[in-house]
């Protein structure tokens, strides 16, 4: 076995490994969990606004 045995092989691990990665990160399992991770940053921002809504409501009464 020499250098380019090795390097083939390294490629072709490599090659199944970026499919396998690709099938992992588009399955229908993970769809829930990664639209839930994307919505996170509106999240945050609905509650601080929703936080000084309450806040602005009771300074009011």
Do not use: H
């Not at 490629?11 to 992992?24: K, N, P, R, Y």
């Amino acid at each position: 076995m020499d250098i380019n045995d090795l390097r083939g092989l390294s490629t072709l691990f490599l090659m199944v490994s970026f499919i396998g990665l690709c099938f992992w990160a588009y399955s229908r399992k993970r769809k829930n969990t990664f639209d839930e991770a994307a919505n996170l940053p509106f999240a945050e921002a609905d509650a601080e606004l929703n936080q000084r809504t309450v806040q602005e409501e009771i300074q009011n009464d």
